[in-house]
């Protein structure tokens, strides 16, 4: 077994007004290399709390996590950063893409923040995305498809071991949202672990595990029972 | 790519936003741009036109000294007179290296600057005179052929304004007769350009000033005498003494106790495009959550987007120093043109004078008040959390 994460007992909890919100209750979880992840479960439930701990985007209230043997849930934010530049790629539900820059630069930004040159990872990357003959427009200038497109290549030009994707097909219709999960498994027949957030249990279904959060637990059942 | 260039294209990306900002620090800048300016050109101009006079020291009838100065300086009625025996009193005093004696008169002609009227500036003077600026050349002609003769030498801008060459006639309203120009100046960038030269004794004669002085110039062989000199003739009565060291000092203490309030005005205007700056960029930071969110998580290190954020405003202000700069260079004239409406005495010559250095300062000086307004909005934008862009996706 090669464990790429592993949460023990994390809990978190969140102050909303006088009201204390337990998002996660006391979960275990552990997700080998090369999985392919989906975790659904309603709105409110956790799953983005989730992703943002075992991304070390977020510190638990309890609990440990560990991140290829490194315990990240208590680095600090420097350590994280590293983490960051090399472990974990992350994609948005509303892309994030700089509207200034074009899909080729939107892609680059990672390195230019862990300062490193472009020796032609940025087309390798176009190409596996399928936005080679999009380098130079600007996102107001493609699909929503392509934008995704363009985040999911900018989660990958510093070629991390985890991809994390918190609702990646949200604002797509159906045919896009069926072409971004090809992707995510091509990506994941590459080696990758792929972790994502959605409401489509249809393109959940080819995972190769399904969570199902609700009220702060994790349930780890095949996806037929969950729905 | 760099993080520059994402400041840059971050900018573009709210356009009006920044062109107001960018609008707001210009403006600043011009105003701060003008002062140092007018600071550095009027001292020079004044300094330039007084020692241009040509002497240290000015004998005058008693009154306000810096009033009669200033009238000598810039012409104008209201001079008093003092009796010419004063002239031959000091004349023969040895610390006295070169003097001259004059008598000024202004006449309005209604007809002067397409008959909207203005002074003509007679100055009665001595070939004494030339020693005392020797660096007064003629462009044509040459001086009186005697101390009562009906000539005038015109200074060059005189000349020019009424269109006359050496041997042709000059009219002077209310005075009978004509008078001929034996000499042209060559541009002297002082109050003598424009300004009409007669023999004295033909000044006193035509205004019936018999042996009537306005002023004794006068140049001392040693300036450290001054003191001294001017302490020997405190006791004749009805002159005064003033050393033109003193009248600089106090037309430049005059204008710098106005100026004072100028610069207040400008501190203000420097404090506010600072606070427009940190509202505009916390305006954006609050708007641009998400996006510090996406950087932190695909690698940016708090430093990093602490200098991006610099990055943004240091090009805001750079770009409107510059923006500014340009406005006072393309707008100097029209600066000096208030300037010399608004002041009681401007002097001759260029009273805006934007240097390099000036130039130099404000840039850097903006760049400078950039970095500090941006400090605040930067902090703070490097301390979001990543989750922060994360949780607004819920």
Same mark, same amino acid.
């Given at each position: 077994?090669?464990?790429?994460?592993?949460?023990?007992?994390?809990?978190?909890?969140?102050?909303?007004?006088?009201?204390?919100?337990?998002?996660?209750?006391?979960?275990?979880?552990?997700?080998?290399?090369?999985?392919?992840?989906?975790?659904?479960?309603?709105?409110?439930?956790?799953?983005?709390?989730?992703?943002?701990?075992?991304?070390?985007?977020?510190?638990?209230?309890?609990?440990?996590?560990?991140?290829?043997?490194?315990?990240?849930?208590?680095?600090?934010?420097?350590?994280?950063?590293?983490?960051?530049?090399?472990?974990?790629?992350?994609?948005?539900?509303?892309?994030?893409?700089?509207?200034?820059?074009?899909?080729?630069?939107?892609?680059?930004?990672?390195?230019?923040?862990?300062?490193?040159?472009?020796?032609?990872?940025?087309?390798?990357?176009?190409?596996?995305?399928?936005?080679?003959?999009?380098?130079?427009?600007?996102?107001?200038?493609?699909?929503?498809?392509?934008?995704?497109?363009?985040?999911?290549?900018?989660?990958?030009?510093?070629?991390?071991?985890?991809?994390?994707?918190?609702?990646?097909?949200?604002?797509?219709?159906?045919?896009?949202?069926?072409?971004?999960?090809?992707?995510?498994?091509?990506?994941?027949?590459?080696?990758?672990?792929?972790?994502?957030?959605?409401?489509?249990?249809?393109?959940?279904?080819?995972?190769?595990?399904?969570?199902?959060?609700?009220?702060?637990?994790?349930?780890?059942?095949?996806?037929?029972?969950?729905? | 790519?760099?993080?520059?260039?994402?400041?840059?294209?971050?900018?573009?990306?709210?356009?009006?936003?920044?062109?107001?900002?960018?609008?707001?620090?210009?403006?600043?800048?011009?105003?701060?741009?003008?002062?140092?300016?007018?600071?550095?050109?009027?001292?020079?101009?004044?300094?330039?036109?007084?020692?241009?006079?040509?002497?240290?020291?000015?004998?005058?009838?008693?009154?306000?000294?810096?009033?009669?100065?200033?009238?000598?300086?810039?012409?104008?009625?209201?001079?008093?007179?003092?009796?010419?025996?004063?002239?031959?009193?000091?004349?023969?005093?040895?610390?006295?290296?070169?003097?001259?004696?004059?008598?000024?008169?202004?006449?309005?002609?209604?007809?002067?600057?397409?008959?909207?009227?203005?002074?003509?500036?007679?100055?009665?003077?001595?070939?004494?005179?030339?020693?005392?600026?020797?660096?007064?050349?003629?462009?044509?002609?040459?001086?009186?052929?005697?101390?009562?003769?009906?000539?005038?030498?015109?200074?060059?801008?005189?000349?020019?304004?009424?269109?006359?060459?050496?041997?042709?006639?000059?009219?002077?309203?209310?005075?009978?007769?004509?008078?001929?120009?034996?000499?042209?100046?060559?541009?002297?960038?002082?109050?003598?350009?424009?300004?009409?030269?007669?023999?004295?004794?033909?000044?006193?004669?035509?205004?019936?000033?018999?042996?009537?002085?306005?002023?004794?110039?006068?140049?001392?062989?040693?300036?450290?005498?001054?003191?001294?000199?001017?302490?020997?003739?405190?006791?004749?009565?009805?002159?005064?003494?003033?050393?033109?060291?003193?009248?600089?000092?106090?037309?430049?203490?005059?204008?710098?106790?106005?100026?004072?309030?100028?610069?207040?005005?400008?501190?203000?205007?420097?404090?506010?495009?600072?606070?427009?700056?940190?509202?505009?960029?916390?305006?954006?930071?609050?708007?641009?959550?998400?996006?510090?969110?996406?950087?932190?998580?695909?690698?940016?290190?708090? &430093?990093? @987007? /602490? +200098?991006? $954020? !610099?990055?943004?405003?240091?090009?805001?202000?750079? *770009?409107?120093?510059?923006?500014?700069?340009?406005?006072?260079?393309?707008?100097?004239?029209?600066?000096?043109?208030?300037?010399?409406?608004?002041?009681?005495?401007?002097?001759?010559?260029?009273?805006?004078?934007?240097?390099?250095?000036?130039?130099?300062?404000?840039?850097? &000086?903006? @760049? /400078? +008040?950039? $970095? !500090?307004?941006?400090?605040?909005?930067?902090?703070? *934008?490097?301390?979001?959390?990543?989750?922060?862009?994360?949780?607004?996706?819920?």
């Amino acid at each position: 077994m090669n464990i790429i994460l592993n949460a023990i007992g994390i809990t978190k909890l969140y102050q909303r007004g006088a009201e204390m919100v337990k998002a996660l209750n006391n979960v275990d979880l552990s997700i080998e290399k090369g999985e392919m992840v989906s975790v659904v479960g309603p709105s409110g439930s956790g799953k983005s709390t989730l992703l943002n701990l075992l991304g070390g985007f977020d510190s638990p209230t309890s609990g440990r996590i560990y991140l290829k043997g490194l315990e990240i849930s208590r680095m600090k934010e420097k350590e994280l950063t590293m983490i960051r530049r090399k472990e974990i790629g992350y994609v948005f539900q509303q892309f994030h893409l700089l509207p200034t820059l074009t899909v080729r630069e939107n892609v680059t930004i990672p390195l230019i923040f862990s300062k490193k040159r472009d020796n032609g990872q940025v087309d390798r990357i176009l190409e596996v995305v399928g936005l080679s003959n999009r380098a130079n427009h600007l996102p107001s200038q493609i699909s929503g498809g392509e934008m995704q497109r363009t985040a999911i290549a900018r989660a990958l030009i510093h070629d991390p071991d985890v991809l994390i994707a918190d609702e990646p097909t949200g604002n797509l219709d159906s045919e896009m949202a069926a072409s971004i999960f090809n992707l995510f498994h091509s990506i994941n027949r590459q080696g990758k672990t792929v972790l994502i957030v959605t409401h489509n249990l249809e393109l959940a279904k080819g995972c190769s595990r399904h969570l199902h959060i609700k009220d702060g637990l994790i349930l780890d059942i095949p996806l037929k029972n969950s729905v | 790519m760099q993080l520059l260039k994402i400041a840059f294209k971050n900018l573009k990306r709210r356009r009006v936003r920044t062109l107001l900002t960018i609008a707001g620090v210009g403006i600043a800048s011009a105003v701060f741009v003008s002062l140092l300016g007018f600071q550095r050109g009027y001292k020079e101009a004044l300094f330039r036109d007084v020692d241009k006079m040509g002497y240290q020291v000015l004998i005058t009838a008693k009154g306000c000294p810096y009033e009669a100065a200033t009238i000598m300086l810039k012409g104008g009625a209201g001079l008093r007179y003092m009796e010419e025996d004063i002239y031959n009193k000091v004349v023969s005093d040895t610390r006295i290296d070169k003097i001259t004696s004059q008598l000024i008169q202004v006449v309005y002609d209604p007809d002067k600057n397409e008959s909207r009227g203005g002074y003509i500036m007679i100055l009665g003077v001595d070939k004494s005179m030339l020693d005392l600026k020797p660096w007064v050349r003629f462009k044509s002609g040459g001086w009186f052929s005697s101390d009562t003769s009906r000539e005038v030498v015109m200074g060059y801008e005189a000349a020019e304004l009424e269109q006359r060459l050496v041997g042709d006639k000059f009219f002077i309203r209310g005075i009978e007769g004509d008078f001929t120009v034996i000499g042209i100046l060559e541009r002297t960038g002082t109050h003598d350009d424009g300004t009409v030269f007669m023999p004295l004794h033909t000044v006193q004669s035509l205004f019936k000033l018999d042996k009537k002085l306005t002023g004794v110039g006068i140049k001392l062989k040693d300036v450290s005498m001054i003191p001294e000199f001017e302490e020997s003739l405190y006791n004749v009565p009805a002159i005064q003494v003033i050393s033109m060291a003193q009248v600089k000092g106090t037309i430049l203490g005059l204008v710098q106790s106005a100026q004072v309030m100028v610069n207040a005005v400008a501190a203000i205007a420097v404090i506010v495009a600072v606070f427009g700056v940190i509202n505009t960029l916390l305006m954006s930071i609050m708007e641009r959550t998400r996006e510090f969110g996406m950087f932190k998580s695909v690698g940016a290190s708090g &430093g990093q @987007i /602490f +200098i991006l $954020i !610099l990055y943004e405003t240091t090009l805001m202000c750079a *770009a409107a120093t510059i923006c500014g700069n340009l406005i006072v260079l393309i707008g100097a004239k029209w600066v000096e043109w208030i300037i010399r409406i608004t002041l009681p005495y401007a002097p001759y010559g260029n009273l805006v004078v934007i240097t390099p250095e000036i130039m130099i300062v404000s840039i850097f &000086g903006a @760049i /400078f +008040i950039g $970095i !500090l307004s941006g400090i605040y909005p930067a902090l703070r *934008a490097s301390r979001l959390s990543p989750v922060e862009a994360i949780r607004r996706e819920e």
